[in-house]
């Protein structure tokens, strides 16, 4: 080998950048101390820029496309470097590659909650999170205000920072926004597009942009949304004392069932409290009580006394629940008697009718058979 051809080999006449990485946004081109031929050929493929960096100087930027690096492809280099033999000898530049592709599917979200002004609820408390894209609009301003001299950069370096930009946009757009929290799910469009438009300017002294940002939820704390479920459930229900009557029966139907004593033993305690207050407030539920004087409000009445019900067995299969007039009018229809089984709440087990007081009262006061037809 020639002398010359070895000084040939020395130099570097193709200067190219294939990523294979996913978060690469900077990749410097490593030289290892080889010198630039004058004449050599970048390859700068779609989704990317190359950045000279010349004696510590920003040199030149060159956007997709196939260069020969030649005194015409590199003016701002030329006037830089003051190059003898005709512009024909080699030359020492770092150059960078940078990743002009969307970086997508980042995430942010807010670590401490913000604090609204809920114009129904009043002060809140609110948490949100979502994703968005980033990419390198400015390879320049990006090579000189992020990357400076670091040979590889990843997208992960910057997310931190943009993060930061984002939640602090979110928290001025949230609590300024107006917008009623039970309202924000149907516009968070219009929130992501507010937020999007108060970033750009911050991102774009990076040499960023964000083409893309998206809201995925904002939520309440825990507690809070417990208790609008629970005034969900209200709105549900409807007119409460109707649904309470219905929570009563629906207990009393139950066999042996706890909530049909307790019931009965809270009615019975509001019954005695009751007839205390009748008998001129010297009574109560718990014991004596002063006397209320003549201006002392009435006491409001107390509920009606719930009606007893029986369950019959009959052939093997229940009927009922029956109230004590319905089941007279089987006796006189000959469809109940004394030897018919019977259940109530609180009883142990089935009984024959004949032998439950309430109930043996109806075969005595039974009229007779009708007389025979003339």
Request: aromatic residues 10%.
């Amino acid at each position: 080998m020639g002398i010359l051809d070895f000084l040939t080999g020395e130099f570097i006449d193709v200067i190219e950048w294939t990523d294979d990485t996913r978060d690469t946004m900077v990749w410097r081109f490593e030289r290892e101390g080889h010198a630039i031929k004058y004449g050599a050929k970048l390859t700068v493929r779609e989704g990317q820029a190359a950045v000279f960096i010349h004696e510590g100087q920003l040199a030149d930027v060159f956007a997709p496309g196939l260069y020969l690096l030649e005194t015409n492809n590199m003016p701002v280099l030329t006037t830089l470097q003051h190059w003898d033999h005709g512009f024909k000898s080699p030359f020492k530049s770092e150059i960078y590659f940078i990743n002009t592709t969307r970086f997508n599917d980042l995430k942010w979200g807010t670590k401490n909650p913000i604090i609204c002004r809920d114009p129904e609820f009043g002060p809140v408390r609110l948490r949100a999170f979502g994703s968005y894209a980033m990419r390198v609009g400015d390879p320049a301003k990006f090579m000189q205000e992020i990357v400076g001299t670091d040979g590889e950069f990843t997208a992960d370096e910057i997310s931190f920072q943009i993060r930061n930009v984002i939640v602090q946009e979110v928290s001025r757009v949230l609590a300024g926004s107006s917008i009623p929290v039970l309202d924000m799910a149907a516009n968070t469009a219009d929130l992501g597009r507010m937020i999007a438009g108060a970033i750009a300017p911050l991102v774009a002294t990076y040499g960023l942009t964000i083409p893309e940002f998206y809201i995925e939820n904002i939520s309440l704390p825990e507690a809070v949304e417990a208790v609008l479920d629970k005034r969900t459930s209200m709105g549900i229900v409807g007119d409460l004392s109707r649904y309470a009557q219905f929570n009563a029966a629906e207990a009393l139907g139950q066999p042996g069932s706890a909530a049909a004593s307790g019931m009965g033993a809270a009615m019975g305690m509001g019954m005695g409290a009751a007839m205390g207050a009748a008998m001129g407030g010297t009574v109560g539920p718990w014991g004596a009580a002063p006397a209320q004087g003549p201006a002392a409000a009435p006491m409001a009445p107390p509920p009606p006394p719930v009606e007893k019900v029986w369950h019959l067995a009959v052939n093997g299969a229940t009927q009922g629940p029956f109230g004590r007039g319905h089941l007279g009018r089987m006796v006189a229809e000959g469809s109940f008697a004394r030897e018919t089984l019977v259940w109530s709440p609180g009883q142990d087990g089935w009984k024959p009718a004949g032998e439950i007081a309430e109930l043996a009262q109806l075969f005595t006061i039974a009229p007779p058979p009708p007389p025979p037809a003339v």
